[in-house]
């Protein structure tokens, strides 16, 4: 195992910047998931990392050594692949064993290493088989497998569960987190899927057009981000924004919408008076109230999932979406009333995108 360390790293495809001045700690044994909308950089990264790509500018240290001019096969790291890269014609065993005979090692260390992976992933009985005879679950089990036996210092994984159906895409976010538990190898794994990071992750990275938006633990980014993109990105379903005024006086602050309606500011919200803001609240922190106090909106959907109901709301122009535990009935152009929680909400800079809650500055 070993910690992994990005240096100002950049690179340009052409006249494309792709990477502009990453900077990323790794703790040994830390899982920590790059995550970004397509065309982030993120897989770029991950194959610099790997040795598929050149650094253009900056170092990339694994277990305090700078790589840069390693070669990919010198650098103790082993990748998963999105399409799995088994060879069709090898069995499962062979597959397997296939960089541990390139590596000429011992033949009994060879299966020593097959018999304990195949064990750790539930392959023993599929030893035999060719990749054809498998299940897309299984394939994806038999690339990690290959991972395993080499015995790296990181593991590398592109975006392995995309390939997936919903159900086993869910059954495979714990086996490979619960492999990594057992392990515990330093492993960086990138996605698009926020809820794979936010599950699987004890760091999140989370890129844009390049560059590192913000990094920390899952909860961390969830509670406290620091601008729109990363409110907007992490939580599903997506945080609600709502344009409007911060105005204050002696008795607080209130953010007033188009539509002479206002809510209290958020308690730790800093910003000027007159000020122009968006107001964010998370579906699943909407309340509903019958009084007729609130955000008045109108519904447009409802979406009821069995462990909660997905209410999708106009205000003015604005889409909101309230997550609720109870069951309701509501139909297409009823009239809701939605209610944030005061002690949940955040306030962001219109022009900046930047948050302008107080717990930024600790």
């Not at 690179?11 to 909308?37: A, M, S």
């Not at 599950?199 to 890129?207: E, H, N, P, R």
């Amino acid at each position: 195992m070993a910690s992994v360390q990005i240096k100002g790293v950049e690179k340009y495809f052409g006249g494309t910047h792709v990477i502009r001045g990453v900077d990323i700690e790794i703790e040994d044994g830390q899982f920590t998931v790059l995550v970004g909308p397509s065309g982030c950089g993120k897989s770029t990264l991950l194959r610099m990392i790997a040795g598929l790509e050149e650094i253009g500018v900056g170092q990339i240290l694994i277990g305090g050594k700078v790589v840069n001019n390693i070669q990919p096969k010198e650098r103790d790291i082993a990748m998963v692949f999105q399409n799995y890269a088994l060879y069709p014609h090898m069995t499962v065993r062979d597959n397997l064993a296939f960089s541990l005979m390139l590596a000429k090692r011992e033949k009994s260390v060879a299966d020593e290493r097959v018999r304990k992976a195949a064990e750790i992933l539930g392959l023993t009985d599929l030893l035999e088989r060719y990749p054809r005879q498998l299940s897309g679950g299984q394939r994806q089990r038999v690339a990690m497998g290959r991972a395993i036996v080499r015995d790296p210092q990181v593991f590398l994984f592109d975006e392995p569960l995309s390939n997936l159906d919903a159900k086993l895409r869910v059954q495979m976010r714990t086996e490979i987190k619960e492999l990594h538990q057992r392990l515990k190898t330093t492993s960086i794994y990138v996605t698009h899927d926020q809820i794979e990071a936010m599950t699987m992750a004890d760091q999140i990275v989370v890129m844009r057009d390049g560059i590192v938006e913000q990094r920390g633990g899952p909860l961390d980014l969830y509670d406290h981000p620091v601008n729109l993109f990363v409110a907007g990105f992490i939580g599903s379903p997506a945080m609600n924004f709502l344009p409007g005024i911060l105005k204050r006086d002696g008795s607080g602050a209130q953010v007033h919408f188009a539509d002479g309606s206002a809510v209290l500011a958020p308690r730790q919200a800093g910003g000027q008076d007159g000020q122009r803001v968006i107001y964010g609240v998370r579906p699943e922190h909407m309340m509903l109230d019958a009084s007729g106090a609130g955000i008045k909106t109108a519904v447009v959907v409802v979406e009821p999932t069995g462990a909660d109901t997905q209410v999708f709301c106009k205000f003015g122009a604005i889409e909101i979406t309230g997550v609720f535990r109870e069951r309701h009935d509501f139909a297409a152009g009823d009239t809701v009333y939605l209610v944030p929680d005061s002690n949940k909400t955040h306030l962001f800079d219109e022009e900046s995108g930047k948050s302008l809650m107080s717990w930024l500055d600790k």
